[in-house]
């Protein structure tokens, strides 16, 4: 049996952990499962200017959504994981860590769920390279 | 109701147990299971005749040839078509729409047409005529719903105009299981503009009910073979003759062809114009052998059995607490296809807590984001019956649905 609704999943799930949208963002970015519609956006302030590039670090973020089980309890997980981390370092993380952050296995498809919120930030702190 | 007792034993997968559990599968709008007849006559090509079909006189040839151009007179006389050349033989239902875009939209719209679609569309009806309009610069206009998620009356008169050149809509929604009453929609249509074309997304239909191509005026109508217990990788676009013959090919190369110089071409006749390269021999005898199975039903019986369940299944999930269902519910004008949301429960939570009671079920927007935002939600479950569902696969649904919302309670 799959045991992907492990407490702590359903806890982060029903008690997601900086739920919400910041005021004053320095970064936003807003992304979509494309199997199932479920969207994700972050909004994230951080550290020094445009001068420190990779070496900001984020200083607090949050994230909404509409998402399952698995899509929020890892945008609820990636967000604190991340929050005092420089750009590099966030840029640098991959699925593994998020599965790690998670403690669960999980299906190709379930998986797209489980990184979408990786994903986003990390499109996020793509902006700043660009901007 | 069908006699499951007997059907159940043909479908080898529901014979098959997952962690000792039976499978309960409520998909088949996404893709249908395979009796073993069908499989064995695909199996049959290969082992006994898998060669090229048109190329060869010798005998093994000459029946794959046989065995192929019988399917299409067998599919064509399953949707009341007497001729087999108006059947073309592609991969999907989505090939069949790109195909008629490709070849009829290519020569028929300009920067002055229009396009009609509905909100209730499959991706495979919006999309190519999305790309379609970009590269001629026409338009494209859609039909919208009620809340009971049928098309709206009155808003054909309203949309359609004489630069109007086709209107591509779906016989049943694989969403809201709604079935639209396609035959008397064509004839406003054609009252008000007889130029106008129509394509019938037949995918849903087809599968479920009988069809026939002769009361229903549409021009070109397209299905997928892996929804009608036929094989993946095949599908099929019925166009009339009249329109199909003069019209530029699809794909170019080998067997569309009539003659061939090193600086030009006569292309050949239809359907072979529109059938480049080797096509899918064991498809198409699969699907001819799906046909068989279905016709050995009664598409009637068919029908009555899956209204049937649409009736059941509606019934009790109507009367569920904190569950929506969408489209209309009266199982009357309804495929057994339900949609539905159950407050505190995401759907791909739904999918996954049934999943472990070997309940597949689909969960997310079902390739029809358009009609999801429509309704105002990002997804939904889909729970669809087929010829091997009965009331009991019904029953083990409403259970699992009470233990998810259980679970995440
Ligand atoms: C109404 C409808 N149209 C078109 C399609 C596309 O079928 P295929 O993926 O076989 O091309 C589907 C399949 O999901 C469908 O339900």
Redo the contacts between chains.
């Keep these: 049996m799959d045991d992907i609704y492990r407490e702590n999943i359903l806890d982060n799930y029903r008690h997601p952990k900086n739920f919400g949208k910041l005021v004053n963002a320095d970064i936003e970015e807003e992304l979509g499962n494309p199997f199932c519609g479920d969207k994700i956006a972050v909004s994230l302030k951080l550290t020094g200017t445009h001068k420190q590039g990779v070496d900001r670090k984020v200083r607090d973020i949050r994230f909404n959504g509409q998402g399952c089980a698995v899509s929020i309890a890892s945008a609820s997980l990636v967000t604190e994981y991340i929050k005092g981390k420089s750009l590099r370092e966030i840029m640098a993380l991959n699925r593994e860590t998020v599965l790690s952050l998670m403690g669960i296995e999980l299906t190709p498809t379930r998986l797209k769920c489980a990184l979408l919120s990786l994903e986003t930030v990390q499109n996020a702190v793509k902006q700043t390279f660009t901007g | 109701m069908l006699d499951t007792k007997k059907i159940i034993p043909d479908f080898p997968i529901l014979g098959k147990k997952i962690?000792g559990k039976p499978l309960i599968y409520l998909d088949s709008t996404a893709s249908s299971l395979k009796p073993a007849q069908v499989i064995r006559a695909m199996d049959d090509y290969y082992q006994r005749y898998g060669v090229n079909i048109f190329r060869g006189v010798y005998k093994l040839s000459e029946t794959a040839t046989e065995k192929y151009e019988s399917a299409r007179s067998t599919v064509a006389s399953f949707i009341g078509s007497k001729e087999a050349n108006e059947i073309i033989f592609v991969r999907n239902a989505t090939e069949a729409v790109n195909l008629v875009a490709a070849t009829w939209g290519e020569v028929n719209v300009d920067s002055q047409s229009n396009i009609i679609s509905t909100v209730m569309e499959h991706h495979a009806n919006i999309v190519p005529w999305q790309q379609l309009v970009k590269r001629k610069n026409a338009k494209l206009n859609y039909l919208d719903i009620t809340e009971e998620g049928r098309l709206q009356p009155g808003q054909i008169e309203n949309k359609i105009n004489v630069n109007t050149r086709l209107i591509a809509l779906t016989y049943v929604s694989n969403v809201l299981g709604t079935i639209n009453p396609v035959a008397k929609i064509i004839k406003i249509i054609k009252e008000i503009n007889p130029g106008v074309k129509i394509l019938v997304d037949a995918a849903q239909a087809v599968p479920h009910m009988k069809i026939d191509v002769n009361n229903l005026g549409a021009d070109f109508l397209v299905f997928s073979g892996h929804k009608m217990l036929g094989p993946t990788g095949i599908g099929v676009l019925w166009a009339k003759g009249e329109i199909m013959k003069d019209l530029p090919p699809y794909q170019t190369g080998g067997d569309m062809i009539r003659e061939v110089y090193l600086d030009r071409t006569v292309f050949n006749d239809i359907p072979h114009r529109f059938e480049a390269g080797t096509p899918h021999i064991a498809g198409a005898i699969g699907l001819a052998e799906a046909v068989r199975y279905l016709d050995s039903l009664g598409m009637d019986k068919v029908r009555r059995h899956e209204e049937e369940l649409a009736e059941y299944a509606l019934s009790n999930l109507t009367g569920m607490k904190e569950i929506t269902v969408y489209g209309p519910h009266t199982a009357g004008d309804r495929a057994a296809v339900v949609a539905f949301n159950a407050k505190g429960v995401?759907?791909?939570?739904m999918a996954?807590?049934l999943?472990?009671d070997n309940i597949c079920i689909r969960?997310?927007?079902h390739c029809a984001?358009p009609l999801?935002t429509r309704l105002q939600i990002?997804?939904s479950c889909r729970a669809s019956f087929y010829i091997y569902n009965t009331k009991k696969d019904v029953d083990l649904l409403i259970e699992g649905i009470l233990k998810a919302k259980i679970?995440?309670e």
């Design positions: 962690n995401h759907p791909h939570d996954q807590i999943d472990r969960s997310g927007h984001m999801h990002p997804a679970f995440f």
